[in-house]
């Protein structure tokens, strides 16, 4: 038997309403709301996300960044030739869900995007391509096929593409989450970087990314990580082997044919950014999730192959490029047709570190 503990109100008769009337107005007046004819909305039975699911297909985002790329110039001002996603649920701004934002970014050939420094937390991650640097506080950084590229928050940034061809590739950041919170700030760097050569390695690199170890001179936690680039030889090698010892019959994946790595900050072991959870994700072709529904919402951007979402029923067929926004509370599963690539960021260490995650796997008891 089920309870409904909703009273039974009776309606208010001619004299009280034109009180509550008078009362209302008074509210309004006062720049006051009631709880009582919100409360559907601020406190719903679970989380109900005004972002929709969407798919952005890479063969419509890429033609459009090369028109910007040969109508917008990049330079002070504009600053970056970055175009944002708008999820449809969010009236038009610029936000793939209300903590995300997710951007293609545009380099022509030899064009220098300026350095400057914000708050927010960026990323890039490079889908195909090669030939631009991005420099973050004087080190420069080689971008390549498969590479997550970090900027912290506050950290002095810019780019410069060494070759004639453009480049492509995604911006992740919490804008949304720090307009929201009122806590953005933004400077001006030089016009051009502070460093325009090439190197292969940045110093960041050579420092930290040597696997198990930790040099004397980094022993200070630091709140984002201090490495600049996570190289696809390295995540790719990792997804190789996971299942290859899977193969062998030892514990190495995290469901059958799906093997899966967390970007991390080498000083903690927690997540690369404050803000921003990164992972990639490997399945062999034929290999699926579990149908899901978590607290917090995410952006994946296929990296290779072939495969579908279904979110919250709806079958959406997906394949190189392609960017797949997945909202708080969305059910969700992964399919894979071939051996499927999937790069992810999310909004997680929020919510994790306000202590309001909650995930729900379908057939588990919670």
């Known amino acids: 038997m089920t309870h409904d503990h909703r009273m039974t109100v009776q309606a208010p008769t001619p004299q009280e309403q034109v009180q509550l009337d008078a009362l209302y107005r008074d509210f309004e007046a006062g720049h006051m709301v009631p709880l009582w004819t919100e409360i559907g909305d601020l406190m719903p039975e679970a989380p109900a996300s005004a972002a929709v699911p969407f798919v952005w297909e890479w063969g419509n985002l890429l033609p459009l960044a090369e028109r910007a790329g040969e109508l917008v110039p990049v330079g002070r001002g504009g600053e970056r030739r970055a175009i944002a996603l708008a999820n449809p649920g969010l009236g038009g701004r ?33 889908v195909e391509g090669e030939g631009v640097w991005t420099v973050v506080n004087g ?15 506050w ?27 009122d806590t953005a700030f933004f400077e001006f760097g030089i ?21 198990g170890l930790r040099p004397l001179s980094g022993l200070v936690n630091t709140v984002s990580s201090p490495i600049g680039a996570y190289r696809w030889e390295h995540t790719d090698a990792a997804l190789t082997e996971q299942l290859a010892i899977e193969d062998e019959g030892y514990p190495a994946t995290v469901e059958p044919g799906h093997a899966a790595v967390r970007f991390v900050n080498p000083t903690t072991g927690g997540d690369v950014m404050p803000t921003i959870r990164a992972e990639f994700h490997r399945f062999r ?30 079958v959406r067929v997906v394949e190189k490029g392609d960017l797949v926004v997945v909202p708080s509370w969305t059910a969700w599963q992964i399919q894979a ?17 306000l202590n309001f995650h909650r995930t729900f796997v379908e057939g588990e008891e919670k």
């Open 94 to 126: 610029p936000y793939a869900t209300p903590t995300l934002w997710c951007a293609i970014q545009y380099l022509g050939g030899h064009e220098v995007a300026p350095e400057h420094r914000h708050s927010q937390n960026a990323f890039r991650f490079v």
């Open 139 to 153: 080190d420069p950084v080689r971008m390549s096929r498969g590479d997550f590229l970090l900027t912290p928050g």
């Open 155 to 181: 950290n002095f940034h810019g780019h410069h593409n060494e070759t004639d061809q453009p480049m492509a590739w995604i911006d992740g950041l919490d804008i949304p989450f720090v307009h929201y919170t």
């Open 191 to 211: 016009d051009r970087v502070t460093d325009e050569s090439t190197p292969q390695y940045s110093r960041g690199e050579r420092l930290w990314c040597h696997p």
């Open 285 to 314: 072709p034929g290999a699926q999730t579990r149908t899901t529904r978590e607290v917090g919402s995410s952006v994946y951007q296929v990296f290779e192959g072939r495969g579908r979402f279904v979110l919250n029923g709806e």
């Open 337 to 353: 047709e071939t051996g499927f690539d999937l790069f992810r960021f999310g909004d997680q260490p929020i919510v994790e570190k």
